[in-house]
């Protein structure tokens, strides 16, 4: 038997699992589940996400690569939208660190330089935490929608097995008595048949106990450090999991950009089966007042040719808002659509949303609008807006007087100059409990120049204020 080279082993080892992890990055880590699955699979060509050229058969299962595409597309396209741009923004720089650091465990691998391969195993283990604890906690995976795939748990554990297999390396380099002993354990193994000189091997085996020993005992600081890292890992993964099963999703336009839960094809479904009340009207004139589905409206377009929908409901109840905005030339050709939700509102209450996708010019429009009654808890009648401008910009408060926690509030404004519309902006906020209060603030308007617009008044709308019921 040919005696094994261990230290060449361990470095083919750690390459090998650096060359997994690499792969791991187009591996599955979304997996698709449910009526989403059927639907998907159904129309596997068709376009799930023309901005990234995602189709129906790629969102099956959502690569770590395409989660990069689909978050770096909402991060570059969610002007207005700071709380989507941020969390764009944090997946896309996890993603970023765990592709660098994956790299570097492999290329410093290959050149033998061990510690360096330690510290960026180490952010590759932290990063994928990051990425698996980003996801969980927004309510992506696991849902009705998403299961976690292999590449969720595939890092860390390469992470793991790469730091045992270097601080074996080193352990090895720094005490050659232990690979003798175990060479040595195998030439015994070997020749035993043949070896007459059983008196000397068993005293060269108590020698190289007793070394052994030595070394077990000035080595149990590392085995420390090793036991502490896998129980840190352990708990993380058990918090996560836990935080996974209690999170919600944050907001159906996030959905839009990150293909977390397509709430648009379930409503759909939901509208076809229970006859929920739908309309449509159509219009050409900037700051029109029209209605549809007993939902009151007008479109107005911002300095900077953005198109923003005032209006309000009148439908009784709590209900959820469908609109859907198509926009055509003079001809009538077609040039754009936007789609906005709205989540849980109650009779008379106000909103201001941007039609975000939309074209700047157009001749006229066909808006639709969906109403259904809603199964969450709303809050939008409840609360009340205070606001100040600070000569700076504007901000304010919404106190939570309720005795509930409320899980979202979207807040938005529009800005007037002699009564026309010149600027808009929202914002949301998320787990305001009971006696606290969502702060806001917003930014002055400005135009395409970056240059401040004037304005003589503004209004502070509360789009959205539910908690789900669940």
Same mark, same amino acid.
């Given at each position: 038997?040919?005696? $094994?080279? /261990?230290?060449?082993?361990?470095? =083919?080892? #750690?390459? +090998? &699992?650096g060359? %997994?992890?690499?792969l791991?990055? !187009?591996?599955?880590?979304?997996?698709?589940?449910?009526?989403?699955?059927?639907?998907?699979?159904?129309?596997?060509?068709e376009?799930?996400?023309?901005?990234?050229d995602?189709t129906?058969?790629?969102?099956?299962?959502?690569?770590?690569?395409?989660?990069?595409?689909?978050?770096?597309?909402?991060?570059?396209?969610?002007?207005?939208?700071d709380?989507?741009?941020?969390?764009?923004?944090?997946n896309v720089?996890?993603?970023?660190?765990?592709?660098?650091?994956?790299?570097?465990?492999?290329?410093?691998?290959?050149?033998?330089?061990?510690?360096?391969?330690?510290?960026?195993?180490?952010?590759?283990?932290?990063?994928?935490?990051?990425?698996?604890?980003d996801?969980?906690?927004?309510?992506?995976?696991p849902?009705?929608?998403y299961?976690?795939? $292999?590449? /969720?748990?595939?890092?860390?554990? =390469?992470? #793991?097995? +790469? &730091?045992?297999? %270097?601080?074996?390396?080193?352990? !090895?380099?720094k005490?050659?008595?232990?690979?003798?002993?175990?060479?040595?354990?195998?030439?015994?193994?070997?020749?035993?048949?043949?070896?007459?000189?059983?008196?000397?091997?068993?005293q060269?085996?108590?020698?190289?106990?007793?070394?052994?020993?030595?070394?077990?005992?000035?080595?149990k600081?590392?085995?420390?450090?090793?036991?502490?890292?896998?129980?840190?890992?352990?708990?993380?993964?058990?918090?996560?999991g836990?935080?996974?099963?209690?999170?919600?999703?944050?907001?159906?336009?996030?959905?839009?950009?990150?293909?977390?839960?397509?709430?648009?094809?379930?409503?759909?479904?939901?509208?076809?089966?229970?006859?929920?009340?739908?309309?449509?009207?159509?219009?050409?004139?900037?700051?029109?007042?029209e209605?549809?589905?007993?939902?009151?409206?007008?479109?107005?377009?911002?300095?900077?040719?953005?198109? +923003?929908?005032?209006?309000?409901?009148?439908n009784?109840?709590?209900?959820?808002?469908?609109?859907?905005?198509?926009?055509?030339?003079?001809?009538?050709?077609?040039?754009?659509?936007?789609?906005?939700?709205?989540?849980?509102?109650t009779?008379?209450?106000?909103?201001?949303?941007?039609?975000?996708?939309?074209?700047?010019?157009?001749?006229?429009?066909?808006?639709?609008?969906e109403v259904?009654?809603?199964?969450?808890?709303?809050?939008?009648?409840?609360?009340?807006?205070?606001?100040?401008?600070?000569?700076?910009?504007?901000?304010?408060?919404?106190?939570?007087?309720?005795?509930?926690?409320?899980?979202?509030?979207?807040?938005?404004?529009?800005y007037?100059?002699?009564?026309?519309?010149?600027?808009?902006?929202?914002?949301?906020e998320?787990?305001?409990?009971?006696?606290?209060?969502?702060?806001?603030?917003?930014?002055?308007?400005?135009?395409?120049?970056?240059?401040d617009?004037?304005?003589?008044?503004?209004?502070?709308?509360?789009?959205?204020?539910?908690?789900?019921?669940?």
């Amino acid at each position: 038997m040919k005696n $094994i080279n /261990y230290l060449k082993a361990l470095k =083919i080892f #750690i390459i +090998i &699992l650096g060359v %997994v992890a690499f792969l791991g990055l !187009f591996m599955p880590y979304q997996k698709s589940i449910g009526e989403l699955k059927e639907e998907l699979l159904s129309a596997p060509g068709e376009m799930y996400l023309d901005e990234v050229d995602l189709t129906n058969k790629d969102a099956v299962n959502l690569s770590i690569i395409e989660n990069f595409k689909i978050y770096k597309y909402a991060m570059d396209n969610s002007e207005g939208i700071d709380w989507v741009h941020e969390e764009a923004t944090i997946n896309v720089v996890i993603t970023i660190v765990l592709i660098i650091s994956i790299i570097l465990v492999l290329l410093f691998a290959i050149l033998n330089k061990n510690i360096l391969v330690i510290i960026f195993d180490i952010v590759l283990g932290i990063s994928s935490l990051a990425m698996n604890y980003d996801i969980t906690s927004r309510g992506v995976m696991p849902s009705d929608n998403y299961t976690c795939g $292999i590449s /969720y748990y595939l890092f860390i554990i =390469i992470a #793991i097995l +790469i &730091l045992i297999s %270097v601080i074996a390396i080193k352990i !090895f380099k720094k005490h050659p008595e232990i690979l003798k002993k175990i060479k040595g354990n195998e030439e015994i193994t070997e020749n035993k048949t043949e070896d007459k000189k059983e008196d000397k091997n068993i005293q060269e085996e108590k020698k190289y106990n007793k070394e052994l020993e030595k070394v077990i005992g000035k080595l149990k600081k590392y085995w420390y450090i090793l036991v502490i890292v896998i129980l840190v890992v352990v708990v993380m993964i058990i918090l996560l999991g836990n935080k996974s099963n209690n999170s919600t999703n944050n907001s159906d336009d996030f959905d839009d950009y990150t293909n977390e839960v397509d709430d648009n094809k379930d409503k759909d479904t939901n509208n076809k089966d229970n006859n929920s009340n739908h309309s449509s009207s159509s219009g050409s004139t900037t700051g029109k007042n029209e209605k549809a589905s007993n939902v009151e409206y007008s479109i107005f377009q911002t300095i900077r040719n953005e198109n +923003i929908m005032i209006g309000k409901n009148t439908n009784n109840g709590i209900n959820d808002i469908e609109i859907e905005v198509e926009f055509y030339d003079k001809d009538d050709n077609f040039l754009g659509s936007s789609n906005e939700d709205l989540e849980s509102v109650t009779k008379n209450s106000e909103f201001a949303v941007e039609l975000y996708g939309s074209p700047e010019n157009y001749d006229h429009y066909k808006v639709f609008v969906e109403v259904e009654e809603s199964d969450d808890y709303s809050y939008t009648d409840k609360l009340k807006a205070t606001s100040n401008d600070t000569g700076e910009k504007i901000v304010g408060q919404i106190k939570n007087t309720t005795d509930d926690e409320i899980e979202y509030i979207e807040i938005a404004i529009v800005y007037y100059k002699d009564k026309k519309v010149v600027g808009h902006s929202d914002t949301l906020e998320s787990a305001v409990k009971p006696g606290r209060t969502a702060n806001f603030e917003f930014e002055y308007p400005y135009d395409n120049s970056y240059d401040d617009v004037e304005f003589d008044t503004y209004k502070v709308f509360i789009n959205e204020a539910y908690t789900f019921n669940w």
